[in-house]
Nanobody
Framework: QVQLVESGGGLVQPGGSLRLSCQAS????????MGWFRQAPGKERDFVAA????????VYADSVKGRFAISRDNAKNTVYLQMNSLKSEDTAIYYC???????????????WGQGTQVTVSS
């Protein structure tokens, strides 16, 4: 059973940075595509970023392109989301997920973490 645990969320001012981490319970990062999604209050869960375990290619939502970066550390079985130039509209619960298909669609992901809150406010 794959378990994913996110950390690194918190309160940050607009323009600031945060790095989220997603620790997997087994060798998930090296054998599955990993993604980050987010859900703001009253809204659907939206795709943020994904990384392909085969060739390390990445894909981003237009709203975060150029500001966020997804990466992974195979030795630590961890995926990261570096978030820079944060805006108030980035406020949401951020979820890490794992899939056997490289996708930007939430239903393609079989395993999910519990989420970590990111609040961008002055």
């Amino acid at each position: 059973q794959v378990q994913l645990v996110e950390s690194g969320g918190g309160l940050v001012q607009p323009g600031g940075s945060l790095r989220l981490s997603c620790q997997a319970s087994e060798r998930t990062v090296v054998s599955r595509h990993m993604g980050w999604f987010r859900q703001a209050p009253g809204k659907e869960r939206d795709f943020v970023a994904a990384i392909n375990w085969i060739d390390d290619s990445t894909v981003y939502a237009d709203s975060v392109k150029g500001r966020f970066a997804i990466s992974r550390d195979n030795a630590k079985n961890t995926v990261y989301l570096q978030m820079n130039s944060l805006k108030s509209e980035d406020t949401a619960i951020y979820y890490c997920a794992a899939a056997t298909s490289y996708s930007t669609v939430a239903r393609a992901y079989s395993y999910w973490g519990q989420g970590t809150q990111v609040t961008v406010s002055s």
